[in-house]
């Protein structure tokens, strides 16, 4: 696992639109591992994959009771500001 650079605000990745991802194979497993440790060590509850520079739907966040990592997340629903 390595903790991985967290792009800043102005970085023109962060406007680009993220690609679903097709295949859950060993990369997508250690992107996923080495982000989780990038958010803990950043003292930080959630982490998008381009935050780290790469453009897949993925996201990795702990709500105080749970991890998750979630691939591909669609927002079903919304309310509120």
């Not at 023109?12 to 060993?26: A, T, Y």
């Not at 003292?43 to 993925?58: E, H, M, T, Y």
Request: charged residues 35%.
């Amino acid at each position: 696992m390595a903790v991985r650079n967290i792009r800043k605000e102005s970085d023109k990745v962060l406007r680009k639109i993220s690609k679903d991802v097709e295949k859950i194979d060993d990369r997508t497993l250690v992107l996923i591992e080495d982000m989780v440790e990038t958010m803990y060590k950043s003292d930080g509850v959630g982490l998008a994959a381009p935050q780290v520079g790469i453009l897949k739907r993925i996201i990795v966040l702990d709500d105080g009771t749970e991890l998750l990592k979630l691939i591909n997340p669609v927002i079903q629903e919304q309310s509120g500001e």
